[in-house]
Each structure stands twice: as C-alpha cells, then as structure tokens.
C-alpha cells in the first residue's frame, strides 16, 4: 500500500514537469484544418459530379445500351431455329455414335468373357475326368487289395 502512494506522487511530480498542453493545441489546430480543407474538398467534388452528372448518365446509358443491343443481336444469332436445329442434330449424332461405341465394347468384352467361360468349363470337364479316373484307378486298387485279402485270409482260416 505504501509503495502505491510512493508511486502516484513520483507521476504527479513527473507530469508536472512536462507540459504537452502547447503540442495537444497544436494537434487540434492541425486537425481542425485538414478537416476543413476535406469539406472544402468534398463541396468541390459534389459539384463537379452536379455540373457533369449529366454527361456522366448520357455516357453510361449510351454503353449500356451498344452492350444491350451487342448482347441481343448475340442471343438471337445463337438462339436461331437453324442453329437450334444443328446443334439437337449433333447431339444426336453424338449419342447414337456413343451408344454404339458402347454397344460394340460391350460386345467385345462379352465375348472375350465368354473365351474364359468357356475354357474354365472345358478345364472343368478335363478335372472332373481326371478325378473320375482317379477314384476308378483306386476303386480297382482297394478291389484288388480286398481280393487278395480275401485270398489270403481264406488261405490262413482253411490252414488251421
């Protein structure tokens, strides 16, 4: 607490001793000034605008316009029944050329999946004979086996 008031009178006595009292004055003459030389400024400008607003419009009206009838003449050259014609001509063109390059593709790729359908069904066939060969070949081995088991066992059972 002490310290605080120790430090308020050490402002006092430095503001005390500088005086900006004359460079404030200064500022707001200053300002004062460029204020009024803006309105000035400004007064002038509205008049000018005033004075030649007239030109001003006759010229913006007179671009607007020749961009207008630019724009018109554009459009009706573009929406024509002759170029309306053409250009549903060609879209059609480009649809059935598409549709057909589509058809033609899909043609191809069927049958290319048909080669491989057909080869894995031919490849199928040979597996499966060759399995059933295999399962024959050893239907005849075990019977063969159980055959001479047989003979065997017929030999051992009429010895005793």
Same mark, same amino acid.
């Given at each position: 607490?002490?310290?605080? $008031? +120790?430090?308020? #009178?050490?402002?006092?006595? *430095?503001?005390?001793? !500088?005086? !900006?009292? /004359?460079?404030?004055? *200064? +500022? $707001? ?13 400004? =007064?002038?400008?509205? =008049? /000018?605008?005033?004075?030649?607003? &007239? ?7 007179? %671009? ?12 009706? =050259? ?16 480009? %649809?059935?050329? %598409?549709?057909?390059?589509?058809? /033609? &593709?899909?043609?191809?790729? &069927? =049958? ?6 057909? $080869? ?13 060969? +295999?399962? !024959? /070949?050893?239907?005849?081995?075990? $019977? &063969? ?5 047989? #003979?065997? !066992? ?7």
């Amino acid at each position: 607490m002490a310290t605080k $008031k +120790i430090a308020k #009178k050490a402002v006092k006595k *430095a503001t005390n001793k !500088f005086d !900006f009292s /004359d460079s404030v004055k *200064a +500022i $707001k003459t200053s300002a004062k000034k460029v204020n009024k030389e803006m309105m000035e400024v400004t =007064e002038e400008v509205v =008049e /000018d605008i005033k004075e030649n607003g &007239g030109q001003l419009k006759e010229v913006a009206v007179s %671009t607007v316009k020749k961009v207008y009838n630019k724009t018109y003449d554009t459009v009706a =050259e573009t929406v024509s029944m002759k170029n309306i014609s053409k250009t549903t001509k060609n879209i059609n063109a480009y %649809t059935l050329k %598409t549709a057909e390059e589509l058809v /033609d &593709g899909a043609i191809v790729n &069927g =049958e290319k999946w048909q080669g491989v359908a057909t $080869k894995a069904v031919k490849g199928g066939l040979k597996l499966a004979a060759k399995q059933q060969d +295999i399962v !024959f /070949d050893t239907l005849e081995t075990v $019977k &063969g086996q159980f055959a001479y088991t047989a #003979k065997r !066992f017929k030999k051992l059972v009429s010895n005793n």
